[in-house]
């Protein structure tokens, strides 16, 4: 149980363009999704965090506008990066923590970023 | 505010030897505290946890890490390599739960080779 599953795996844009990542909490209820960046060879770092149906939380120096976080329902978060430029390219990884009174963070397998 | 300190990047060992990964926290609360391991493209699978019951925790694959409050540490360790284990491992605190978010602090991982 508790498998978050992100979707692309990877994915190739031009600058400029948008793109959409998915995450998917598929058996259980999230009531709250993390969304993390991790740089090569460096630590996550949390970008915002997302309760369903609520705007999200930004974390200080995370743009919003340039991020976007939807959490519509229970199951599913997106992220779209807006106009992206080659510095966006990195490994952006989300987690879902369950409504069940559990505190537990499950994390995706990670969505690998490059812009072009 | 909380904080972690893993306290090397890098950790060679070979096959068939001890492993030590060495983490350090700070925390205004009693926290709770994880490894996380990462093999490369690939996201994050709990290894282990510590939530305030026994301090010595015993994890998936054979690691284990004891909670040693006076020195403020949560060590990684395993009796024996296996090349399988060569990967990126992440000490992460967190605080309290009910504690708002519950965020998860990850310290900047450290990464194992293991040779045959």
């Known amino acids: 149980g508790a498998v978050v599953s992100q979707h692309p795996s990877r994915v190739i844009c031009k600058s400029g363009t948008s793109v959409k990542i998915e995450c998917r909490s598929l058996?259980?209820?999230?009531?709250?999704m993390f969304w993390y960046r991790q740089f090569p060879k460096k630590s996550l770092m949390l970008m915002a965090t997302?309760?369903?149906?609520?705007?999200?939380?930004?974390e200080q120096g995370v743009e919003k506008d340039k991020f976007l976080i939807n959490h519509a329902s229970l199951t599913l978060s997106t992220l779209t990066v807006t106009s992206a430029h080659p510095e966006d390219s990195s490994f952006y990884i989300c987690?879902?923590?369950?409504?069940?009174?559990?505190?537990?963070?499950?994390f995706g397998p990670g969505t690998r970023l490059t812009v072009t | 505010a909380q904080s972690v300190t893993q306290l090397d990047s890098h950790v060679s060992v070979s096959e068939g030897t001890p492993v030590l990964l060495r983490c350090n926290y700070s925390?205004?609360?009693?926290?709770?505290l994880f490894w996380y391991v990462q093999h490369p493209n690939k996201g994050l699978q709990l290894l282990l946890k510590y939530t305030s019951a026994a301090t010595l925790v015993k994890g998936i694959n054979g690691f284990e890490a004891e909670f040693k409050k006076s020195e403020t540490s949560f060590h990684l360790t395993k009796p024996s390599a296996h090349m399988s284990d060569a990967a990126e491992y992440f000490c992460?605190?967190?605080?309290?739960?009910?504690?708002?978010?519950?965020?998860?602090?990850f310290g900047k991982g450290t990464m194992l080779l293991v040779s045959p």
């Open positions: 997302s309760n369903e149906g609520s705007k999200a939380t930004y």
């Open positions: 925390s205004s609360y009693s926290p709770s």
């Open positions: 992460v605190v967190r605080a309290p739960p009910g504690g708002g978010y519950s965020t998860l602090t």
């Open positions: 058996d259980f209820q999230a009531t709250t």
């Open positions: 987690s879902a923590r369950g409504g069940t009174g559990g505190d537990e963070q499950y």
